[in-house]
């Protein structure tokens, strides 16, 4: 059956690429200009960075400031902390892959990455701060500033919750499936050995991933493009929302540029929390372990859900402080 539906989906692209050539030609242009202007020189010095952090066992030193919240309240070991404050402040999918790479090395167990993929992606303070930013003060008369504070703490508040739930039920389906076992939920640090780690390795692997985010960006850019020229029936607000659910940035855009108000910031927020189909593939791409094992075992299906509800979540938080 999902072979059937992707022949299908191909199919029907290819129908899309005869039929309009110059669309996905603009659609590929715009999505290669984003991910080399853009993606590729503020990710890829984070994703060799951190990577070579990670694999030196320093991660204590950029861990150690932030320890009581983070083992504290999220109850985290230090290599799980360090993966939380790069998905906090790298962007997608950074935060997925610091988890797989930490996983793969044998630094946090496979209950605590499952725990981390629901709360370790997100996008960038950058990206947030500048073009969501800018995109969204097109929403609102000139008078009216962007309300940076109440759309940031409604990103961001969902995240304890959702550690909250996401905490209980991986320790409980660990109990479940592996009768005798303590609780992983503890701050005892793992190092990998450091004599396994090749720069030159750690290098190919960051590009190979940027690789993969590239095709990812310029395919659903193209997708969005014709997503947009569709005469598609239903409400105004259906494309927009369509778009924003597809990928962030093109789909920002458009909300911003076909909305207005209060829904307009809804739907810019959900689709900030969600990230995007875009975001879910690229986020699939780097689950990946270098043995070759899917996923790492991590479900990409868990990680689809949690988005989804920090989405919901965000939404919510957002009317409220609005309101208040």
């Not at 799980?80 to 090395?105: H, I, N, Q, S, W």
């Not at 969902?158 to 739930?165: C, G, R």
């Amino acid at each position: 059956m999902k072979r059937i539906l992707l022949s299908l989906l191909a199919l029907f692209f290819l129908i899309l690429l005869l039929l309009s050539p110059g669309t996905a030609l603009e659609g590929a242009r715009k999505g290669l200009l984003l991910w080399a202007y853009t993606v590729l020189p503020t990710l890829l010095p984070f994703m060799i960075g951190t990577g070579v952090i990670a694999a030196m066992g320093a991660v204590g030193l950029v861990v150690k400031p932030f320890s009581p919240l983070l083992s504290g309240v999220f109850h985290f070991s230090q290599p799980a902390g360090f993966v939380f404050l790069t998905g906090l402040l790298c962007g997608y999918p950074m935060g997925a892959k610091m988890d797989r790479d930490l996983l793969e090395r044998g630094q946090i167990s496979w209950e605590e990455a499952c725990y981390l993929l629901s709360i370790c992606n997100h996008p960038s303070p950058m990206f947030l701060t500048g073009y969501t930013v800018m995109e969204g003060q097109k929403l609102l008369p000139p008078s009216i500033k962007f309300p940076l504070f109440p759309f940031l703490a409604a990103l961001y508040l969902p995240v304890f919750p959702i550690s909250y739930l996401a905490r209980h039920y991986y320790d409980k389906k660990s109990k479940k499936n592996r009768k005798i076992r303590p609780s992983v939920w503890s701050g005892v640090s793992h190092t990998a050995p450091i004599s396994s780690f090749s720069l030159d390795e750690h290098l190919m692997s960051c590009l190979e991933t940027m690789e993969k985010i590239g095709l990812y960006i310029m395919l659903f850019s193209i997708l969005s493009l014709y997503l947009f020229k569709l005469p598609l029936p239903g409400p105004v607000i259906l494309k927009p929302a369509l778009m924003g659910l597809l990928e962030i940035t093109t789909g920002i855009q458009t909300i911003c540029e076909h909305t207005s108000g209060l829904t307009g910031l809804l739907l810019v927020t959900a689709s900030v929390a969600f990230g995007g189909i875009s975001g879910i593939f690229q986020t699939r791409s780097v689950l990946t372990m270098h043995s070759g094992r899917k996923n790492a075992g991590l479900s990409i299906r868990h990680y689809i859900f949690w988005k989804a509800l920090h989405s919901l979540l965000s939404c919510v938080f957002f009317w409220i402080l609005l309101k208040i």
